[in-house]
């Protein structure tokens, strides 16, 4: 087989940000002590370059380069933009909390870097072997990351059981991996769905495979059963890291479902239909009932994940175009929702306290009515009340289980729904009408204020108008 | 077009926004600017379009302003329908609103509330002209619902008074009541015309001859008749007739005589204007007709005896207006729906103008309301005294003024009528003249003649009102006395109304009364040929003599007739009916279901219960979160295998 050159143009935000990581590394190995600042500026600047090349960019008709194991398509540029756009706002608010910790690294800019580079390359994966590699890349980094706070002896413990479960999820998959290659001989997806598509009967190894496939994959989502590591993690990692592990790679995980079930298991779809359904409606169940029993904010939001990823299942569950789409749409959503929410945690914190008990919570509407505020429209917005996006996200998901003929499965979720919408309005019963141990006002950055402000605003104007971003995840997956 | 008459409605909208929102700030004279100044738009705006319709014969203009919402197939829309008949009633409602307005500065000088009060009544304004110039039933009955909703906080205005309050709730629930039949009737005329517009409506309506429906099995109802009469509750409660009647003269606790104009004058003629908006639907229904004709032949006579009983002067007036609303109703239901307007239009300026009166007449007295203490006024009030001598002959119907025109032609129309019941309505109505004269000159009688019988310091303080209230009065005095010549050919037998109004052919007995009609001197010249005029005498004698000749027998009669009297002081036990029996009965029911229903089913089992359960299962299932590695490694392997044996191992065996 001849050697033919690879056609770069499809990965060259990816090769961008390869090429700036490295450059930031260096960048803090010569002026990291003098200029800690010049790390995170870079690091920004990366982002935001490699976002505008993931725009400009755009592919009208998928391409696959480099020996059919890269897809640029509609849905990885739009989730590229959303997981540079929310690691984006992620590395500000870290920058705040690291600062007032004493915390700051370079490292922790460089890792970052990486991990939203392994999670890039997933989204594109064409093959199974880029996508583990993507999602290596990705999860080594953020273990670290959740270690990075060593005298921390929670943190330390989180990242122990992130990196063991992780790696016994990543051997579920790479094992599913090699079943799917032994009955069709191909690693990449498009050969693997061609296989399903001419052979009469699906071969029962196939659907071995799926079952490994699947759990790694929910592992990496959180999905009940295997969102054991959620919780813990969520709680024992420095919050920064909580929100980057809570937002950037669950879009990440839902561009793996994707380009795994849709892409390459489609002759499957009867079997990963039901596998997602009992997923799904444990994690809606768990997520929701759990979270009742938490003090602590971080713990609680943890489950709550648990529980948005449930119904995030369901648009997948719907099995259609629309289906998938609404998944989209509410996979973006509760990245920006769950950005503000940790956010919040992050910004209410100060050096030596976290501020993220719920009792931090109390009064808080005495001390800051706008922050208070703005956690109302966060946690109405994540119980899914309209007019916030939240309330669409959860909509939409819904039409579309009803328009599958699935109105139980509906049924089951609206109820869940409710039961969690305790412990959202709970939150908002602290700040608004109890009363805090705490009475001084809150001082805070007003560059962080400003984040926050517009992370939570562009909640409720996506609330009001949800149309543009529901259009363009209709048209990202074509 | 629409530009135009989109600010009838919307300037006194804003003017209401201005005042209720920014009153503290723009002070009171800047909220009864705003205020006055949008419903001065608003009344010259209508009067253009009272003048280009009805005057020139312009066409009926009707558009839609825009889409509200859409439902399954209905389309829910906002829009305007300008016909002589809305014309009128805009111009009739902007006219007498701006008389109020003005009247307000005087009257509300040295109230706290100055620019909330500024705020409602620009506010009814515009719910009124909503209601008037709407195009669908959905329009109409929020004009409707906002009527009723101003009214309340209206009568409630003075919030610290414990009788204004049960005045305002009463108002509120027994309009509830009429509101209920009204809505399920716009629900029943969706139900089969599949649309809420009125010229759809009204294009199908001839389908309902014959149509019937059985709610009940065994009892076919007819249509027409059920829509109808469900509409016609709405009315009952709107316009306060029998037996729904009882709010308006409580809502006399509101500030006099300014909010009870608003009810009395404006708002009431709601459901009299809205059964003549339907007249192609009632006129498909002699039943429903029958209803109209005796509920108002009972309100105009039985309202009219309980005004005599009376001693606060605003009481007198409210009960007058009852019973002229019944009147009205007659009409209607005699068919001779431009009879009805004709009335409401003559009533709407004389009774504003007694209204007037009586409330100038109050603020001269310090807001000392009872007639018995009055007397002998003439001398200090010339222009309230004048202005209501007018506005009384206007009211008994004395020949030449504008009642005795209006209530002339129901009167004949009804003679002429064969709508079941109209024997009894007839009698009704003529008694009713008789007792219509005498309350109305036993209120003149007590206050402007007679001894005074005010306390000393009242009597020096005694003077005419200023101009603001004055001015009102003689420009209400001037139409009192000859909208009815006016008024009269074109609107009962010209084609004033054109095609807004359906009369069936066999129903038509204005067209009838036409026939013999040679002009409003004749008109005059037949009165003397009929009872009406001479018991109207009676009735002014008997008041001559009752209260100023012989004060002493209104007393000797009262204890004479004691079971007589005692029944009108109670009269005649309705609010006694409805707030001992019916009221209790619902309290008790309501405390039933809340006690078994609310407290024990939903509180206790559903919403206590049942989060009680899911906390508990929370804090059991929590225990699974160990927090040890292996537990979890555990779980993850469970849930694969889990999912290996439903997938893989159980479809294995299936095949082998």
């Given at each position: 087989?001849?050697?033919?050159?690879?056609?770069?143009?499809?990965?060259?935000?990816?090769?961008?940000?390869?090429?700036?990581?490295?450059?930031?590394?260096?960048?803090?190995?010569?002026?990291?002590?003098?200029?800690?600042?010049?790390?995170?500026?870079?690091?920004?600047?990366?982002?935001?370059?490699?976002?505008?090349?993931?725009?400009?960019?755009?592919?009208?008709?998928?391409?696959?380069?480099?020996?059919?194991?890269?897809?640029?398509?509609?849905?990885?540029?739009?989730?590229?933009?959303?997981?540079?756009?929310?690691?984006?706002?992620?590395?500000?608010?870290?920058?705040?909390?690291?600062?007032?910790?004493?915390?700051?690294?370079?490292?922790?800019?460089?890792?970052?870097?990486?991990?939203?580079?392994?999670?890039?390359?997933?989204?594109?994966?064409?093959?199974?072997?880029?996508?583990?590699?993507?999602?290596?890349?990705?999860?080594?980094?953020?273990?670290?990351?959740?270690?990075?706070?060593?005298?921390?002896?929670?943190?330390?413990e989180a990242a122990m059981k992130y990196f063991v479960l992780g790696a016994l999820a990543s051997g579920t998959l790479l094992y599913g991996m090699s079943l799917l290659y032994g009955v069709t001989g191909s690693l990449e997806l498009d050969r693997i769905r061609e296989y399903q598509s001419v052979g009469g009967e699906i071969d029962i190894i196939l659907v071995l495979?799926?079952?490994?496939?699947?759990?790694?994959?929910?592992?990496?989502?959180?999905?009940?059963?295997?969102?054991?590591?959620?919780?813990?993690?969520?709680?024992?990692?420095?919050?920064?890291?909580?929100?980057?592990?809570?937002?950037?790679?669950?879009?990440?995980?839902?561009?793996?479902?994707?380009?795994?079930?849709?892409?390459?298991?489609?002759?499957?779809?009867?079997?990963?239909?039901?596998?997602?359904?009992?997923?799904?409606?444990?994690?809606?169940?768990?997520?929701?009932?759990?979270?009742?029993?938490?003090?602590?904010?971080?713990?609680?939001?943890?489950?709550?994940?648990?529980?948005?990823?449930?119904?995030?299942?369901?648009?997948?569950?719907?099995?259609?175009?629309?289906?998938?789409?609404?998944?989209?749409?509410?996979?973006?959503?509760?990245?920006?929702?769950?950005?503000?929410?940790?956010?919040?945690?992050?910004?209410?914190?100060?050096?030596?306290?976290?501020?993220?008990?719920?009792?931090?919570?109390?009064?808080?509407?005495?001390?800051?009515?706008?922050?208070?505020?703005?956690?109302?429209?966060?946690?109405?917005?994540?119980?899914?009340?309209?007019?916030?996006?939240?309330?669409?996200?959860?909509?939409?998901?819904?039409?579309?289980?009803?328009?599958?003929?699935?109105?139980?499965?509906?049924?089951?979720?609206?109820?869940?729904?409710?039961?969690?919408?305790?412990?959202?309005?709970?939150?908002?019963?602290?700040?608004?009408?109890?009363?805090?141990?705490?009475?001084?006002?809150?001082?805070?950055?007003?560059?962080?204020?400003?984040?926050?402000?517009?992370?939570?605003?562009?909640?409720?104007?996506?609330?009001?108008?949800?149309?543009?971003?529901?259009?363009?995840?209709?048209?990202?997956?074509? | 077009?629409?530009?135009?008459?989109?600010?009838?409605?919307?300037?006194?909208?804003?003017?209401?926004?201005?005042?209720?929102?920014?009153?503290?700030?723009?002070?009171?004279?800047?909220?009864?600017?705003?205020?006055?100044?949008?419903?001065?738009?608003?009344?010259?705006?209508?009067?253009?379009?009272?003048?280009?319709?009805?005057?020139?014969?312009?066409?009926?203009?009707?558009?839609?302003?825009?889409?509200?919402?859409?439902?399954?197939?209905?389309?829910?829309?906002?829009?305007?329908?300008?016909?002589?008949?809305?014309?009128?009633?805009?111009?009739?409602?902007?006219?007498?609103?701006?008389?109020?307005?003005?009247?307000?500065?005087?009257?509300?000088?040295?109230?706290?509330?100055?620019?909330?009060?500024?705020?409602?009544?620009?506010?009814?304004t515009f719910a009124m002209l909503m209601l008037c110039m709407s195009n669908n039933f959905l329009q109409l009955f929020f004009g409707w619902e906002a009527v009723g909703v101003v009214s309340y906080l209206l009568i409630g205005f003075w919030f610290q008074r414990e009788s204004a309050i049960r005045a305002n709730l009463k108002a509120f629930l027994v309009n509830r009541?009429?509101?209920?039949?009204?809505?399920?009737?716009?629900?029943?005329?969706?139900?089969?015309?599949?649309?809420?517009?009125?010229?759809?409506?009204?294009?199908?309506?001839?389908?309902?001859?014959?149509?019937?429906?059985?709610?009940?099995?065994?009892?076919?109802?007819?249509?027409?008749?059920?829509?109808?009469?469900?509409?016609?509750?709405?009315?009952?409660?709107?316009?306060?007739?029998?037996?729904?009647?009882?709010?308006?003269?409580?809502?006399?606790?509101?500030?006099?005589?300014?909010?009870?104009?608003?009810?009395?004058?404006?708002?009431?003629?709601?459901?009299?204007?809205?059964?003549?908006?339907?007249?192609?639907?009632?006129?498909?229904?002699?039943?429903?007709?029958?209803?109209?004709?005796?509920?108002?032949?009972?309100?105009?006579?039985?309202?009219?005896?309980?005004?005599?009983?009376?001693?606060?002067?605003?009481?007198?007036?409210?009960?007058?207006?009852?019973?002229?609303?019944?009147?009205?109703?007659?009409?209607?239901?005699?068919?001779?729906?431009?009879?009805?307007?004709?009335?409401?239009?003559?009533?709407?300026?004389?009774?504003?103008?007694?209204?007037?009166?009586?409330?100038?007449?109050?603020?001269?007295?310090?807001?000392?309301?009872?007639?018995?203490?009055?007397?002998?006024?003439?001398?200090?009030?010339?222009?309230?005294?004048?202005?209501?001598?007018?506005?009384?002959?206007?009211?008994?119907?004395?020949?030449?003024?504008?009642?005795?025109?209006?209530?002339?032609?129901?009167?004949?129309?009804?003679?002429?009528?064969?709508?079941?019941?109209?024997?009894?309505?007839?009698?009704?109505?003529?008694?009713?003249?008789?007792?219509?004269?005498?309350?109305?000159?036993?209120?003149?009688?007590?206050?402007?003649?007679?001894?005074?019988?005010?306390?000393?310091?009242?009597?020096?303080?005694?003077?005419?009102?200023?101009?603001?209230?004055?001015?009102?009065?003689?420009?209400?005095?001037?139409?009192?006395?000859?909208?009815?010549?006016?008024?009269?050919?074109?609107?009962?037998?010209?084609?004033?109304?054109?095609?807004?109004?359906?009369?069936?052919?066999?129903?038509?007995?204005?067209?009838?009364?036409?026939?013999?009609?040679?002009?409003?001197?004749?008109?005059?010249?037949?009165?003397?040929?009929?009872?009406?005029?001479?018991?109207?005498?009676?009735?002014?004698?008997?008041?001559?003599?009752?209260?100023?000749?012989?004060?002493?027998?209104?007393?000797?009669?009262?204890?004479?007739?004691?079971?007589?009297?005692?029944?009108?002081?109670?009269?005649?036990?309705?609010?006694?009916?409805?707030?001992?029996?019916?009221?209790?009965?619902?309290?008790?029911?309501?405390?039933?279901?809340?006690?078994?229903?609310?407290?024990?089913?939903?509180?206790?089992?559903?919403?206590?219960?049942?989060?009680?359960?899911?906390?508990?299962?929370?804090?059991?299932?929590?225990?699974?979160?160990?927090?040890?590695?292996?537990?979890?490694?555990?779980?993850?392997?469970?849930?694969?295998?889990?999912?290996?044996?439903?997938?893989?191992?159980?479809?294995?065996?299936?095949?082998?």
């Amino acid at each position: 087989m001849p050697f033919v050159t690879p056609e770069f143009l499809p990965a060259l935000p990816e090769i961008l940000l390869a090429v700036m990581a490295c450059l930031v590394l260096l960048v803090d190995l010569y002026f990291g002590r003098r200029h800690p600042s010049w790390v995170f500026l870079l690091a920004q600047a990366s982002l935001v370059l490699c976002a505008l090349l993931c725009i400009a960019l755009y592919p009208e008709e998928p391409t696959t380069t480099f020996n059919g194991t890269f897809r640029s398509d509609g849905m990885s540029a739009v989730l590229k933009v959303f997981m540079i756009l929310v690691t984006y706002f992620v590395l500000f608010y870290s920058k705040f909390y690291l600062d007032v910790r004493d915390l700051f690294k370079g490292e922790y800019f460089v890792l970052s870097l990486f991990a939203v580079l392994g999670m890039m390359i997933l989204v594109s994966a064409a093959s199974l072997l880029t996508l583990y590699l993507g999602l290596e890349l990705m999860a080594l980094c953020l273990y670290a990351l959740v270690a990075l706070n060593r005298e921390s002896s929670m943190a330390s413990e989180a990242a122990m059981k992130y990196f063991v479960l992780g790696a016994l999820a990543s051997g579920t998959l790479l094992y599913g991996m090699s079943l799917l290659y032994g009955v069709t001989g191909s690693l990449e997806l498009d050969r693997i769905r061609e296989y399903q598509s001419v052979g009469g009967e699906i071969d029962i190894i196939l659907v071995l495979g799926l079952v490994f496939i699947v759990v790694g994959v929910a592992f990496k989502l959180g999905a009940a059963p295997f969102h054991m590591w959620v919780p813990d993690v969520y709680e024992g990692a420095p919050t920064s890291v909580t929100l980057f592990v809570g937002t950037a790679p669950k879009i990440a995980a839902f561009g793996m479902l994707m380009r795994l079930l849709v892409d390459g298991l489609a002759g499957v779809q009867g079997d990963w239909i039901e596998m997602l359904t009992i997923l799904s409606v444990l994690s809606m169940a768990v997520g929701n009932i759990i979270a009742i029993a938490q003090t602590n904010l971080k713990r609680m939001l943890a489950y709550s994940t648990i529980a948005h990823v449930g119904f995030l299942l369901l648009g997948i569950i719907a099995g259609t175009r629309a289906g998938y789409a609404a998944s989209m749409f509410y996979v973006i959503v509760y990245a920006l929702m769950g950005l503000g929410a940790f956010g919040m945690i992050i910004v209410l914190g100060s050096k030596g306290f976290e501020s993220d008990r719920l009792d931090d919570f109390r009064g808080l509407n005495e001390r800051s009515p706008w922050l208070a505020f703005l956690v109302l429209v966060l946690m109405l917005s994540m119980a899914g009340v309209p007019p916030f996006v939240g309330f669409w996200a959860k909509w939409s998901v819904l039409r579309e289980v009803v328009a599958a003929d699935q109105v139980w499965l509906a049924t089951v979720a609206v109820v869940l729904a409710v039961i969690g919408l305790f412990y959202y309005l709970r939150v908002v019963r602290l700040v608004y009408f109890e009363e805090g141990q705490e009475a001084a006002p809150l001082v805070c950055g007003t560059d962080v204020k400003v984040m926050i402000s517009t992370n939570a605003l562009a909640i409720l104007a996506l609330g009001v108008y949800p149309s543009a971003l529901l259009a363009l995840c209709v048209t990202a997956l074509g | 077009m629409t530009d135009l008459y989109v600010w009838v409605v919307l300037a006194p909208l804003i003017g209401s926004v201005i005042a209720g929102v920014f009153g503290k700030s723009i002070g009171r004279a800047g909220a009864h600017w705003a205020c006055i100044l949008g419903v001065g738009v608003s009344t010259l705006i209508s009067g253009a379009a009272f003048g280009h319709i009805v005057l020139e014969g312009g066409a009926a203009f009707e558009s839609t302003l825009y889409h509200w919402g859409r439902v399954g197939d209905l389309t829910l829309e906002i829009g305007f329908l300008v016909d002589p008949l809305s014309a009128t009633m805009m111009f009739v409602v902007s006219f007498v609103s701006l008389m109020v307005h003005i009247y307000t500065i005087g009257y509300m000088r040295d109230d706290p509330g100055y620019q909330r009060f500024f705020s409602y009544i620009a506010l009814f304004t515009f719910a009124m002209l909503m209601l008037c110039m709407s195009n669908n039933f959905l329009q109409l009955f929020f004009g409707w619902e906002a009527v009723g909703v101003v009214s309340y906080l209206l009568i409630g205005f003075w919030f610290q008074r414990e009788s204004a309050i049960r005045a305002n709730l009463k108002a509120f629930l027994v309009n509830r009541i009429g509101d209920l039949g009204f809505l399920l009737g716009v629900a029943a005329v969706l139900f089969y015309f599949g649309t809420l517009r009125y010229s759809e409506v009204f294009e199908l309506a001839p389908s309902l001859q014959g149509a019937t429906l059985s709610i009940f099995p065994g009892a076919d109802w007819s249509v027409a008749s059920l829509i109808c009469i469900l509409l016609f509750m709405g009315a009952m409660g709107k316009s306060a007739q029998f037996p729904l009647h009882v709010w308006l003269p409580d809502s006399m606790e509101g500030p006099t005589p300014i909010s009870a104009l608003i009810h009395a004058a404006t708002m009431v003629t709601a459901g009299i204007f809205m059964v003549a908006r339907m007249s192609p639907l009632f006129e498909q229904s002699e039943t429903a007709l029958s209803v109209v004709l005796v509920v108002g032949a009972i309100t105009a006579l039985f309202m009219g005896l309980l005004g005599l009983v009376q001693n606060d002067i605003k009481r007198v007036v409210a009960y007058s207006t009852l019973s002229q609303l019944g009147y009205m109703a007659v009409a209607l239901g005699a068919s001779a729906y431009a009879a009805a307007i004709f009335h409401l239009v003559t009533h709407a300026f004389f009774k504003a103008l007694l209204f007037l009166a009586a409330g100038s007449v109050i603020i001269a007295l310090h807001h000392n309301q009872d007639m018995r203490s009055m007397g002998g006024l003439r001398k200090y009030m010339p222009v309230t005294w004048i202005t209501s001598l007018l506005g009384s002959l206007a009211l008994i119907g004395f020949p030449g003024f504008a009642g005795f025109f209006s209530k002339d032609a129901i009167i004949e129309a009804v003679h002429l009528s064969e709508v079941p019941g109209h024997d009894f309505a007839y009698w009704c109505v003529v008694i009713g003249v008789f007792v219509t004269a005498l309350y109305s000159f036993r209120l003149y009688f007590l206050v402007f003649h007679g001894k005074e019988r005010m306390d000393e310091h009242a009597r020096e303080h005694l003077h005419e009102s200023p101009w603001v209230v004055t001015v009102p009065l003689v420009l209400l005095a001037i139409p009192s006395v000859l909208i009815g010549w006016i008024g009269i050919e074109p609107m009962l037998f010209g084609d004033h109304f054109g095609d807004s109004l359906f009369v069936l052919s066999e129903h038509d007995v204005l067209a009838r009364l036409g026939d013999s009609y040679r002009g409003e001197a004749a008109f005059i010249g037949h009165a003397f040929a009929t009872p009406p005029l001479y018991l109207a005498l009676a009735g002014v004698a008997c008041a001559w003599y009752f209260y100023m000749v012989r004060p002493d027998l209104p007393a000797l009669c009262a204890r004479r007739l004691a079971p007589v009297h005692s029944v009108l002081v109670h009269k005649y036990g309705f609010d006694l009916l409805y707030e001992e029996v019916l009221a209790r009965i619902g309290r008790g029911l309501g405390s039933l279901f809340w006690r078994i229903g609310d407290r024990i089913l939903i509180d206790g089992m559903l919403v206590n219960g049942s989060a009680r359960v899911v906390g508990w299962f929370s804090s059991l299932i929590r225990q699974l979160q160990t927090g040890f590695l292996y537990t979890y490694a555990f779980a993850m392997i469970i849930g694969l295998v889990a999912l290996m044996s439903l997938f893989v191992f159980l479809r294995m065996q299936g095949h082998s």
